[in-house]
T-cell receptor, first 114, second 113 residues
């Protein structure tokens, strides 16, 4: 069965650079979520999209932005990268809101800022 | 503040023993899910339990939910070395049409062969 695809799997950037992470949801899933997980930390919710509109927002820095495109894939853009942005970034998708269904996660993108 | 708090934070058991992890949360929920994460890897969905359910089984996994106490437990029976991982509970907020999960702090399980 198709799963959530994230690319790239690994990314190394220097401070103050920009990074773009991509997420391709499970086919027919209309909702995408982004999470950030620092070393030894629990996943922190960043932002979610439903039907290409932002649906909820968590602790996402102003330096980060995201959107969901017409084909439902999503991109997380991160600018002015800081060392503290080094983390595992997860994308998840679901069919509809979480009140009624479960979310499935991708393998994550490991971002290292040097 | 965390929506979900898990205990214990770390658990070490022998292969064949049962492992129990607990999760407490703060707000009302529609459902609660348990995920497994191998070191530095993706989150694997284990089981979803809805707020109107009290217990659910899946293979060697048994999940209970007590909405009056706002808590859930995950029991892994007859543990194996391959069960070594971190286990997280995640809850949605009870608002209809909610679009986020809040994760607990996770329990790091180590199963010794």
């Amino acid at each position: 069965a198709a799963g959530v695809i994230q690319s790239p799997r690994h990314l190394i950037k220097e401070k103050r650079e920009t990074a773009t992470l991509k997420c391709y949801p499970i086919p027919r899933h209309d909702t995408v979520y982004w999470y950030q997980q620092g070393p030894g930390q629990d996943p922190q919710f960043l932002i979610s999209f439903y039907e290409k509109m932002q649906s909820d927002k968590g602790s996402i820095p102003d330096r980060f932005s995201a959107q969901q495109f017409s084909d439902y894939h999503s991109e997380l853009n991160m600018s002015s990268l800081e060392l503290g942005d080094s983390a595992l970034y997860f994308c998840a998708s679901s069919l509809g809101p979480l009140s009624y269904t479960e979310a499935f996660f991708g393998q994550g993108t490991r971002l290292t800022v040097v | 503040s965390q929506q979900g708090e898990e205990d214990p934070q770390a658990l070490s058991i022998q292969e064949g023993e049962n492992a129990t992890m607990n999760c407490s949360y703060k707000t009302s929920i529609n459902n609660l899910q348990w995920y497994r994460q191998n070191s530095g890897r993706g989150l694997v969905h284990l089981i979803l339990i809805r707020s109107n359910e009290r217990e659910k089984h899946s293979g060697r996994l048994r999940v209970t939910l007590d909405t009056s106490k706002k808590s859930s437990s995950l029991l892994i029976t007859a543990s194996r070395a391959a069960d070594t991982a971190s286990y997280f509970c995640a809850t949605d907020a009870t608002t209809s049409g909610t679009y986020k999960y809040i994760f607990g702090t996770g329990t790091r399980l180590k199963v010794l062969a």
